[in-house]
């Protein structure tokens, strides 16, 4: 399939019934647009690091700018764009705030997307 150009269909007849039957499961434009934003969010490689640290443990932004070398006023802004996109949560434990993901479907994307990277 590699370096294949794209075909073009030269059929002559529709396949009215399957056309049909896949319209029918088709989700709403409203909820295309959603998973598509999501998507954009994760084609930050600063917020997949981010989202990858916090994989395995909650932290707060210090924690998160030592492991990623960068300063904490970029981690917040990035941390910002995850919750915004549900994607991580916060609590807070006196006047630190802790990151972690927001649930397991987070957790199952990510692991996913890296496993396909790390396909031959």
Known sequence: MEN?????????EVHQDIVAQVQ??????????????????????????ILYVLHSQ???VCDIAQLL?????????????????????????????????DDAHVRTILSMGMEHAMED
Not at 32 to 37: F, G, I, Q, R
Not at 73 to 96: E, F
């Open 69 to 101: 070398d960068m300063n904490q006023s970029a981690i917040s802004h990035q941390l910002k764009v995850l919750k915004q996109a549900k994607l991580i949560r916060n609590r807070r434990d006196g006047k630190q705030v802790f990151y972690s993901l």
């Open 58 to 60: 909650e932290l707060c």
């Open 4 to 12: 294949e150009e794209a075909v073009c269909c030269d059929c002559i």
């Open 24 to 49: 029918e499961h088709m989700p709403a434009e409203e909820l295309l647009d959603s998973v598509a934003e999501t998507f954009k969010v994760f084609g930050d490689k600063t917020r997949i690091k």
